[in-house]
């Protein structure tokens, strides 16, 4: 039994679902987003306002497949009425970050600047200059865009240097131990 799975999504007044050849598609106020569904055990049934997701057998690759579909379909109406956002802080002496347009510039200790620029969906923003918006509606366009931002310069252990989730906490070492005798 997929706890998940079995959950019923509300639809918010202001968005449309529909599932046509196999394809979701989500329509709100922030934008459109669609999603394949490979899987013909898994029945999703739209009831008013309400969506309801039911496998036909019990075979590992459909239970597993029952919460991904559901989930999925859950992030697009949260991405479509609200978007996602990921922040991420810029830690470093003389480190620092810019936005225009859809390009972001990044001083983070190297001997040239590093620039990032926005795919399509995704805004970029600076609130300060030490830290980084990541907005969008596509969760997982948001959260790989952070990522690859965040991998430029991953945080080191010693000092703290490099970027970082905003809620992350960074495992810090203790340096060497000079002159203990």
């Keep these: ?27 709100g106020p922030k934008g459109t987003l669609t999603q394949g569904m490979d899987d013909k055990n898994i ?17 590992k690759e459909v239970r597993s497949k029952h919460g991904l ?7 697009m109406i949260q991405g479509v009425t609200e978007g996602f956002q990921k922040n991420l802080l810029v830690n470093g ?32 923003s600076c609130p300060t200059i030490t830290e980084i918006a990541v907005n969008g509606i596509d969760k997982v366009k948001v959260g790989h865009m952070a990522a690859s931002i965040r991998a430029l310069r991953k945080p080191e252990p010693y000092h703290g240097y490099g970027i970082q989730y905003k809620d992350e906490i960074v495992a810090r070492k203790e340096g060497k131990a000079a002159g203990k005798k």
């Design 43 to 59: 029945v999703m049934k739209i009831e008013g306002s309400e969506i309801r997701f039911s496998r036909l057998n019990d075979e």
């Design 93 to 124: 002496v003389g480190f620092k970050v810019a936005v225009a347009g859809t390009k972001l510039t990044l001083n983070i200790g190297f001997s040239h600047t590093v620039e990032v620029i926005a795919p399509e969906g995704i805004t970029l």
């Design 69 to 75: 579909y559901r989930a999925l379909t859950f992030n």
């Design 1 to 27: 039994m997929s706890r998940i799975g079995n959950k019923v999504i509300a639809i918010p007044a202001n968005v449309t679902v529909s599932f046509a050849n196999e394809v979701i598609t989500v329509k």
